[in-house]
């Protein structure tokens, strides 16, 4: 091993969990600060918490609030059914009208 190019390794480094669980490992990190642990996790405990910390959740919520408020239908269905009422307005349009002067 060379010597001065390895960072320091502390054998009993603390990793701190969001949930106050504190378990000892070896690292080159004195302490380390983590938001899940497997007392917390809810793979582990089987409780459902949803953790979000950058509001990607009602963020995306809100927008597909917003797509179905503005038009009611989404995507593909939205193009068909607009095409459908455009080629019926178009067929009214286009309807002779001698033949109905009877």
Known sequence: MKAEIHPTYY???KI???????????????????ELCSSCHPFYTGKQKLIDTARRVEKFEAKAAAKTTKKGILGKKAKTVKRAA???AKKAQKKPTHLNEE
């Open 11 to 13: 054998p009993n480094a």
């Open 16 to 34: 701190v969990c969001a949930c106050g669980n504190v378990v000892t490992a070896g690292s080159t990190v004195e302490e380390i600060h983590v």
């Open 86 to 88: 455009q080629k019926a």
